[in-house]
């Protein structure tokens, strides 16, 4: 049987935090999914294709790994994906009690379905998605905290014009 993970995210856009998490867990499944999630509520700074091509730049090479995007409920997706685990990175504390009430929530959902915590590496713990979005928005560099062709895409995003 070939285990399979999807984790789920906004990656708007992709960070190295969330780069970490990925070889992570590609190194414990036999298939990844990374699953952008579309959510009518938030207003993401970047479009679902966009954020699905730059998890792709960001993750070719890394075997079994997929991108892809989803609408509606994550265990609904699972299934589809025949999934039994979810991955979800925990960075600090302050990401458990959030991380925790989902897990359980999809626990109730889905009760076959395994959340997975992975830590990604110490130096990488302080980044945020929105906090490199407000950095790079204010003009400020980003080239440390997210990919290549991610930098570039903020930089795109936040051009003045001359
Ligand atoms: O990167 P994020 O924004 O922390 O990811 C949150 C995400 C996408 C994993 C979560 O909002 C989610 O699973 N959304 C799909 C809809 C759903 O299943 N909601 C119920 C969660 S208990």
Excluded: W
Excluded at 118 to 142: D, H, M, N, Q
């Amino acid at each position: 049987m070939r285990h399979t993970a999807i984790y789920p995210g906004s990656f708007d856009p992709v960070t190295n935090g969330h780069l970490d998490v990925i070889g992570r867990a590609a190194r414990l499944f036999d298939r990844v999914v990374v699953a952008v999630a579309f959510n009518e509520l938030k207003q993401p700074l970047f479009a679902p294709e966009e954020r699905i091509e730059l998890l792709q730049q960001a993750t070719a090479g890394l075997p079994g790994v997929e991108v892809t995007a989803f609408r509606g409920l994550l265990v609904d997706f699972a299934r589809e994906c025949q999934a039994g685990v979810v991955v979800r990175g925990l960075r600090a504390i302050s990401d458990f009690e959030f991380e925790f009430q989902m897990a359980l929530m999809n626990r109730k959902l889905h009760p076959e379905l395994e959340t997975c915590f992975l830590t990604p590496k110490e130096e990488l713990t302080y980044l945020s998605s929105r906090l490199i979005k407000e950095i790079a928005r204010l003009g400020g560099p980003v080239d440390a905290f997210v990919p290549a062709p991610a930098a570039r895409a903020l930089r795109a995003k936040f051009a003045r014009p001359a």
